[in-house]
């Protein structure tokens, strides 16, 4: 511990490149962990869906609407317990930054498939009553300051819902999640009465004024695989097909529609630390070969070549411990703020309190302390080597 000092005072000897490298130090464990949190959340939303609930949605795409009258005819189908319209609205709220989700839904249908959110009785009931009642998670509320009885409005991003201009809703309930069920719950979310958006924009809006999904309950999750291709084959002659597939399948088509993420992001995330690596090795290369004399002074003072080769070590692993500490510091912070993004706050908004795990913080942390040790190997290695009349000789 008595030579820390002189390592710290060797690294602000050239202050701009050991602040350039840690920078990027910083930003290596920085994109790791942000990374790696995301596809732990990711997994972890899907793998938390409830396997009693599937979902109809068009075979094309989930941007094209279903016909209002195919919900009798999945409900009629054998091992169908209860079915509900979920519509994505996009409504904005003020400007684009204020977006949070927001869908029009068959309310009592859907609320009764989905008993993890809970609604104060006396407010669900306000809500049922009132055509432009919304329904909003808590910490939606928390962050707008929205409480009962407050009337707001919302206008979409998508064209033909906007024909009408905004449209006016009263807060009439606010959601919680029942401590049993809280990491399938999301409450960055907001719904609305389908029949109030249907009402509005019907007239105008045409084949459009359709569902977006049917989200649908079944009796026994073991006979799933046989209720949705019972469910696509009664439409597969139809005009407009189909495409059922389980909750957890459905929420991991969203990530799959900006295609392999998982790979996406771990290949960026070891090409990032490997460009760091270098970096690094090379900015200590640079150090030690500027300090040549220096070192040649050392070992004709008494000081081991093992000794300066550990004084040359210490100085990249200071930089590869501070780098990570700042790096996994600044990550904490950013992914507390992801689920508020719009299409991270859907896919990840069941994580309000979400966080850099353990896991990655100890592997990223690793990893930095690695980086700094290598890089200042090779030149430490090199120093232990060195004679001292030849460190001496003029470069």
Known sequence: MKYLPYVLKHLKRNWIRAASTLAGLVLCIF???????????????????DPSRIITRHA??????????????????????????????????????????????ESEDYFRMYPEYRIPPDQYQEYLHDMQGLVMGSDVAAKYGFKIGDQI????????????G???????????AE????SRVNLGLAFFHFKYLYETVKDSAGSYAGAGTYNIQIANPSQAAAVMRAIDANFENSDVQTKTETEGAFLAGFVNLIGNLSGLLNTVGVAVAFTILLVTS????????????EIAVLKTLGFSGGLVMTLVVVEGLALGVIGGLVG???????????????????????????????????????????VGTAAGFVPAFGAYRARITDMLRPA
């Open 282 to 293: 090379n900015t200590m290369s640079m150090a030690v070969r500027e300090r040549r004399t």
């Open 60 to 105: 094309v795409s989930v941007n094209f609407r279903l016909p209002l009258s195919y919900k009798p005819r999945i409900q009629a189908i054998p091992g169908v317990r209860n079915v509900a319209i979920w519509t994505f609205f996009g409504g904005i709220y003020r400007d684009l930054k204020d977006y949070f989700p927001n869908f029009a839904v």
């Open 166 to 176: 905004p449209m006016k809703f009263n807060v009439r309930a606010i959601y919680t």
């Open 179 to 182: 401590p049993a069920r809280a």
């Open 31 to 49: 994109l790791i962990c942000v990374l790696q949190t995301v596809l732990d959340a990711m997994r972890q939303t899907t793998a938390d869906a």
């Open 153 to 164: 409005q919302m206008e979409s991003i998508q064209p033909l819902y906007r024909v009408h």
């Open 328 to 370: 996994i510091g600044l990550a904490q912070g950013a992914v507390r703020y992801m689920t508020q993004l719009p299409f991270m706050g859907f896919i990840l908004g069941n994580f309000s309190g979400l966080s850099v795990s353990p896991v990655v913080i100890a592997i990223t942390f690793s990893i930095t302390v690695g």
